[in-house]
Antibody, heavy 120, light 107 residues
């Protein structure tokens, strides 16, 4: 079965860089069409899509955050890494990674999420 | 960017009620729409994809309809476990965008 799990710091200081790792099992990110995305949710607010990487290393970013985001994959380790630079308290949120089985498909499997707090 | 507008933002309903949530896209997205359910402290769970296809394992009381810009999620007979937040998401083009959410509360 497909599982995903996010890992990374729970607390970061303003201006620091956040690095989150999504470790997954049950699928391969070398399978045609498959992607892994990152979505975040500030406390009490709606979901916001951040980035997505496809099996062929095609990468897509939210335009409003593109300058701060980098998404990479390590197919051999079954991991996807998201880095976000210049963190601000407004970036405090639960960060999720999720599996996307193909183009125009929904996110059908999600990690449990990890709460990241930005505070000095 | 395609804006997704959900309404209402919250609804109070009783067990057994029929509940309808709407989602409007700022431009046509064909049928590339998904609905998610999210319970407090949990990750979202996909209910509907392709506007009207029921995800495997999801009860048949959930249904979706619409195409183009206007979509609906209907819960035919609300059950206690359905009290949650619901989000639509367009999968037509990047950037992927979610609606603002609808909270279904107990009346």
């Amino acid at each position: 079965q497909i599982t995903l799990k996010e890992s990374g710091p729970t607390l970061v200081k303003p201006t620091q860089t956040l690095t989150l790792t999504c470790t997954f099992s049950g699928f391969s990110l070398s399978t045609r069409g498959v992607g892994v995305g990152w979505i975040r949710q500030p406390p009490g607010k709606a979901l916001e899509w951040l980035a997505l990487i496809y099996w062929d290393d095609d990468k897509r970013y939210s335009p409003s955050l593109k300058s701060r985001l980098t998404i990479t994959k390590d197919t051999s380790k079954n991991q996807v890494v998201l880095t976000m630079t210049n963190m601000d308290p407004v970036d405090t949120a639960t960060y999720y990674c999720a599996h996307r089985p193909g183009a125009a498909a929904p996110f059908d499997y999600w990690g449990q999420g990890t709460l990241v707090t930005v505070s000095s | 960017d395609i804006q997704m507008t959900q309404s209402p933002s919250s609804v109070s309903a009783s067990v057994g009620d029929r509940v309808t949530i709407t989602c409007r896209a700022s431009q046509g997205i064909s049928s590339w729409l998904a609905w998610y359910q999210q319970k407090p402290g949990k990750a979202p769970k996909v209910l509907i994809y392709g506007a009207s296809s029921l995800q495997s394992g999801v009860p048949s009381r959930f249904s979706g309809s619409g195409s183009g810009t206007d979509f609906t999620l209907t819960i035919s007979s609300l059950q206690p476990e359905d009290f949650a937040a619901y989000y639509c998401q367009q999968a037509n083009s990047f950037p992927l965008t979610f609606g603002g959410g609808t909270k279904v509360e107990i009346k």
